[in-house]
């Protein structure tokens, strides 16, 4: 008898999680004799619970799927929803009621740490009341901190947008020959992956950013006065990229000295301003011109400088997730191997979901170097191979197309 597909998106969007939709889109339609239909919830687990889903199987044309495909942020709309920890409340078989009306037979959830947590929610309490639904989740964060994989589809957009980006900042901060600081203040809570890429913007040993700042180090005021002294020496314009959440020896978030950090709907808080902060001790301490950059969304929602090794690997995750789960998967999540180095090559499997949700993969203690200013070369070895390459998108009067649901 056939089921069929619910497929949500969750958390942060980034520039390639239409891909793994589109994965997911296209290899449930491929199984025709297992899938009739691929419904997609509206603003993800919050939509669902509203009876807000479309049939993605049916709306969508060749030509939108491929449009899709290449279209950052969520086309299916995103969600911070989160499922109560005590699987009496009256939540859990609202949405099995309502899993079970539409006859879904495969549940995937396009997301990153937070919506692994739901996958496993959902498949724990599927498993006690002895459901034959698959829940599975298809990996995403431009964070790159999910346990268990190799890296996560739209880290190496991410991180292809910051080494860009900063490596035009720094182009421009060097134009005149006066002292002066550019700090530029780039998303990682606490994990400093995205920050790290910005060592990719070099182009030559000992060029700007001098001074690279992540989560695991703990960061010093007197120590950086020292290492911005140091630097300035050696040249008279200084680009500082720095993690939104390093911290001090207390714990205390650089943030915070603000006094303006606030939690968000998961406890999280709500991290901004640390560049600003800094700019204001510079200024105040050395007396030079300083400027700070917040790259904010900016670094998860370009899609002109997406890579198409990300964009072809969120794809893979999605398909795997649909193949895996028709092969009897469930309370897993899809995960990248790297089996090669020379050249570049991965290979897909599916890891417990519940070793994954509510933990966070650090940036690697030894790939921190110069008394937690620098990265290492390894890092760059890591990170090039998910960087590479310019999909070819449809343009129009010069500007990108792309796609957008119609309800």
């Known amino acids: 008898m056939k089921k069929n597909i619910l497929v949500g998106q969750s958390g942060g969007p980034t520039a390639v999680i239409n891909a793994s939709l589109y994965g997911v889109i296209v290899e449930g339609m491929d199984h025709l004799d297992e899938i009739e239909h691929v419904y997609g ?25 491929e449009l899709i495909r290449l279209t950052p942020a969520a086309y ?30 495969y549940f995937f959830y396009i997301g990153g740490n937070d919506s692994m947590d739901t996958v496993s929610k959902l498949s724990r309490y599927g498993a006690r009341i002895q ?25 190496g957009s991410a991180a292809k947008y910051v080494a860009s980006t900063v490596r035009e900042i720094c182009l421009d901060a060097s134009v005149y020959n006066q002292p002066a600081v ?3 203040e780039l998303m990682g809570r606490n994990a400093g992956w995205l920050t790290a ?10 060029d700007n950013p001098l001074l690279i700042y992540v989560p695991e180090s703990v960061f010093d005021f007197q120590a950086f006065s020292e290492d911005l002294s140091n630097a300035l020496r050696r040249q008279p314009s200084v680009v500082v990229c720095v993690s939104e959440g390093i911290s001090d020896s207390s714990g205390r978030l650089v943030c915070e000295y603000n006094d303006e950090a606030k939690l968000d709907n998961f406890g999280h808080k709500m991290l901004t301003g640390c560049g600003k902060v800094l700019e204001n001790f510079v200024h105040n301490h050395f007396g030079i ?10 670094q998860r929602c370009s899609g002109l400088v997406s890579s198409a090794a990300d964009i072809e690997e969120a794809s893979l995750a999605g398909a795997f997730g649909v193949q895996a789960a028709l092969k009897g998967s469930s309370g897993t999540m899809v995960a990248f191997s790297r089996v090669s180095e020379e050249p570049y090559a991965l290979e897909c ?53 792309y796609a957008f649901r119609k309800s």
């Open 41 to 65: 919830m509206v603003h993800g687990m919050e939509g669902f619970l509203k009876d807000d889903y479309i049939d993605l199987s049916e709306d969508l044309t060749q030509k939108e799927l």
């Open 76 to 105: 299916l709309g995103s969600c911070r929803y989160k499922l109560p920890a005590d699987m009496t409340s009256p939540v859990y078989p609202t949405v099995f009621r309502k899993l079970n009306a539409l006859d879904i037979g």
């Open 131 to 155: 459901s034959p639904i698959r829940f599975v989740g298809i990996p995403k964060t431009i964070d790159n901190d999910l346990m268990l994989t190799d890296h996560t589809p739209g880290y």
């Open 182 to 184: 550019t700090i530029i």
């Open 197 to 206: 890429a910005s060592v990719l913007a070099r182009k030559q040993e000992s």
């Open 289 to 298: 011109k300083a400027r700070s950059v917040e790259l904010n969304v900016s």
């Open 349 to 401: 499997s599916m890891v417990d979901v519940d070793k994954v949700c509510n933990r966070e993969k650090p940036f690697p203690s030894e790939w921190i170097t110069g008394h937690g200013t620098d990265i290492s070369p390894e890092f760059i070895s890591y990170v090039l191979p998910l960087i590479q390459g310019e999909p070819r998108r449809p343009m129009k009067q010069g500007l990108p197309v």
